[in-house]
C-alpha cells in the first residue's frame, strides 16, 4: 500500500467520522494541503525538545531575543 492510498484512507476516515460528504474535487484539495504540509509536520513531531528549557512568562507580543530574552 502506498503512502498516498493511506493518506486517502485516513481522510476519508476522518471526514466520515465527522459526518463530513465531501465530492472528488474537495478530496483533490484536501488531499493536495495534506501533501504539502504533512512533511513538515512530521518534521515537528521528530524533533528532540527535551533539552530545552521553558520561556518563563512569555510575552508573545514581542519576538524573542538572540539571548533569549523578549526585544521591547
Same mark, same amino acid.
Given at each position: 500500500?502506498? *503512502?498516498?492510498?493511506?493518506?486517502?484512507?485516513?481522510?476519508?476516515?476522518? /471526514?466520515? &467520522? @465527522?459526518?463530513?460528504?465531501?465530492? +472528488?474535487? =474537495?478530496?483533490?484539495?484536501?488531499? *493536495?494541503?495534506?501533501?504539502?504540509?504533512?512533511?513538515?509536520?512530521?518534521? /515537528?513531531? &521528530? @524533533?528532540?525538545?527535551?533539552?530545552? +528549557?521553558? =520561556?518563563?512568562?512569555?510575552?508573545?507580543?514581542?519576538?524573542?531575543?538572540?539571548?533569549?530574552?523578549?526585544?521591547?
Amino acid at each position: 500500500m502506498e *503512502a498516498s492510498d493511506r493518506a486517502d484512507d485516513f481522510i476519508d476516515g476522518g /471526514l466520515a &467520522s @465527522l459526518g463530513i460528504e465531501a465530492d +472528488e474535487i =474537495e478530496r483533490a484539495v484536501i488531499g *493536495a494541503a495534506h501533501q504539502l504540509f504533512w512533511p513538515g509536520i512530521l518534521e /515537528l513531531l &521528530s @524533533l528532540d525538545l527535551g533539552e530545552l +528549557e521553558p =520561556e518563563r512568562d512569555p510575552d508573545l507580543s514581542k519576538a524573542p531575543d538572540v539571548n533569549g530574552e523578549r526585544a521591547l
